[in-house]
């Protein structure tokens, strides 16, 4: 049995994926408008598939969720 590898996106990556500006994308996550992100290490990630399920969903509020 094989077992997915979780993908994770950079700030810089999400930002180009919802074609936003850095910044703006730290006023989503401040505001609750994106999904929220991990820590790994000193380094902040989302995982494609929570971002890509987000989407597929209409990109509802993260209070929505």
Known sequence: M???EAVFLTPE???KMLKVSERT???LLSGG???EPVRIGGSTRWRLAEVQE???GGCPAR???
């Open 13 to 15: 990556d999400l930002a």
């Open 33 to 35: 408008k994106i999904p």
């Open 2 to 4: 094989q077992t997915e």
């Open 63 to 65: 209070n929505n969720l």
């Open 25 to 27: 994308l730290w006023r």
């Open 54 to 56: 987000w989407v597929a």
